[in-house]
């Protein structure tokens, strides 16, 4: 008699990795007994009612047909789904762009009275909508650089909601300790919203290290091409669905089906794309520093970068954004802008190509300057967000850019 052969145990089951999840996760859409492949574009404002008695129940919310893009729209949805998934967000929404994701969500959830305890790294919009826009509303925000727990302390208030950061900071790169801030609010029965543009899902998960909700600007990393400008809005529930319900049918700063359509697409290359745009980053970082004009670089996977350590305990790589100041300060910035020509010379990131830019003019222009320097964004700093191009290229282009800024006499 053979002695049953002792059976291996099983690898332990997880779930599909996230490149899996990033090309499958906003499959679902059927329609009727066609079964598209790809997510298929719903470019249609509302959905006829099958009869009178199916279209009270749909439009009391008894059926979750959809029947009025501004309420819902499968196209939408399906990225809706999608970010929840990477995220791991029991709930999302899509808007318009980064900047109607964040103003639904606070506006759907703050109320007059409320405080908010910002960091004083956030996005110039964030920053001029917490600062200038919300008081009209009641809703006053203190900003500080809450990688200070003196400060925080000092900051926080009986009536403080909501603490709000971006991490790392856009264009400071400061980076944030997001498990203590979030025990920190947690304990304070406050919520933590976590700005996650520059890292995407891939790079970094607030909502595992204790973050209530994240915030996308989708134009960025997430369609990752340069053509598509949209926000999201991932987390739990209790805050997420304020947003969406409310927030989105009042406020209406839906995001276009045709736009959903392009981030949802690029989802499915952002584990690849992310790769890319951290180890080139990585290359240009250090070549920049080992240049006699530069006179700093900051990039969260330097040695240099003073929270180097706290970066990598939690993200996985320095994404593709680094900022840098020329000795000549303003002005060889200024003729290095104006002598590149690879790189080009815009606003936004997260794009194919590579873009460069001077936030204390543009970004940063309506900030009063002692503002601005508060926020960390001096006059000299420039902004390379490093695109896909061969990286030798984007240094070759940076090189000649440096001699002519230096013949130029900056
Ligand atoms: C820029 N940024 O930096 P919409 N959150 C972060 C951002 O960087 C932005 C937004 C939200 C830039 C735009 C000109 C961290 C935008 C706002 O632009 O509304 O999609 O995102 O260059």
């Not at 700063?253 to 790769?275: D, I, K, N, S, Y």
């Not at 180890?279 to 180097?308: D, I, K, N, T």
Request: aromatic fraction near 6%; charge should be neutral.
């Amino acid at each position: 008699m053979t002695r049953p052969r002792r059976r291996r145990p099983a690898p332990a089951r997880r779930g599909p990795g996230f490149a899996t999840r990033a090309v499958h996760a906003g499959e679902g859409s059927t329609h009727g007994d066609v079964r598209p492949v790809a997510t298929p574009l719903y470019q249609t404002v509302s959905f006829s009612f099958p009869s009178a008695a199916e279209a009270s129940a749909i439009a009391a919310g008894e059926s979750a047909a959809p029947w009025y893009s501004r309420i819902g729209n499968p196209t939408v949805a399906a990225l809706e789904r999608a970010i929840a998934d990477l995220e791991g967000a029991e709930s999302a929404f899509a808007a318009a762009s980064g900047m109607g994701a964040v103003a639904t969500l606070l506006l759907a959830n703050l109320r007059a009275g409320d405080h908010v305890v910002a960091d004083s790294g956030v996005y110039g919009g964030t920053y001029n909508l917490l600062r200038r826009e919300l008081p009209r509303f009641g809703v006053e925000t203190t900003f500080i650089e809450t990688n200070d727990p003196a400060r925080l302390r000092e900051a926080w208030r009986p009536n403080t909601r909501l603490l709000y950061v971006d991490s790392p900071g856009n264009p400071t790169l400061r980076v944030l300790d997001l498990p203590a801030l979030a025990e920190l609010a947690r304990a304070r029965g406050a919520w933590f919203v976590v700005d996650n543009t520059f890292c995407t899902p891939y790079l970094q998960r607030p909502l595992e290290l204790g973050a209530h909700a994240v915030v996308h600007s989708a134009t960025k990393y997430l369609s990752g091409h340069g053509d598509a400008i949209a926000g999201l809005v991932a987390g739990e529930c209790a805050l997420v669905e304020p947003g969406r319900i409310a927030g989105l049918r009042e406020f209406g700063a839906v995001c276009a089906p045709f736009v959903a359509w392009l981030v949802e697409r690029g989802l499915h290359t952002l584990p690849l794309r992310m790769e890319r745009h951290c180890a080139s980053a990585l290359r240009v970082a250090e070549w920049l520093e080992s240049r006699p004009e530069v006179a700093w670089v900051r990039y969260p996977w330097l040695p240099s970068h003073p929270q180097r350590a706290l970066a990598r305990r939690q993200m996985r790589g320095g994404s593709g954004v680094l900022v840098f100041e020329l000795k000549g300060g303003i002005s060889a910035g200024a003729a290095l802008l104006d002598a590149v020509e690879l790189c080009t010379h815009a606003v936004s990131l997260g794009d194919t190509r590579t873009l460069i830019m001077h936030p204390a003019s543009t970004m940063h222009a309506p900030t009063p300057p002692e503002e601005r320097l508060a926020l960390g964004v001096t006059d000299g700093l420039v902004r390379l967000s490093v695109g896909l191009e061969d990286v030798e290229d984007i240094i070759g282009d940076l090189e000649q850019a440096l001699g002519k800024a230096r013949a130029a006499g900056g």
